[in-house]
């Protein structure tokens, strides 16, 4: 079974930067699309960034010019990288991993708050 563990979250100023990591259990190249997610109490799941096998990546607007999705062949991770955060970014992160099936990492608390 394929499990993903994030890393990284925690409580930043408005302004600062994170650097989130998902790590599998298997190969990350071996899923058609890698991406990170976060929710908020009460609202839907919304997608921040992904991701696919070749390497083609998408972020939401809201994150536009503000995030960079990566992976790590030699730490098999893949990673966000969030600058100047705002404290609408405030929530949890997830990491899924798609192969036919949507596996999802238990998640990571972003915290954007002076």
């Known amino acids: 079974q394929v499990q993903l563990v994030e890393s990284g979250g925690g409580l930043v100023e408005p302004g600062g930067s994170l650097r989130l990591s998902c790590a599998a259990s298997?190969?990350?190249?071996?899923?058609?699309?890698m991406a990170w997610y976060r929710q908020v109490p009460v609202q839907q799941r919304e997608l921040v960034a992904a991701?696919?096998?070749?390497?083609?990546?998408h972020y939401s607007d809201f994150v536009e010019g503000r995030a960079t999705i990566s992976r790590s062949r030699d730490k098999n991770t893949v990673d966000l990288q969030m600058n100047n955060l705002k404290p609408d970014d405030t929530a949890v992160y997830y990491c899924?991993?798609?192969?036919?099936?949507?596996?999802w990492g238990q998640g990571t608390q972003v915290t954007v708050s002076s």
């Open positions: 899924i991993a798609e192969a036919g099936y949507e596996y």
């Open positions: 298997t190969s990350i190249f071996s899923f058609t699309v």
């Open positions: 991701i696919r096998a070749n390497g083609l990546t």
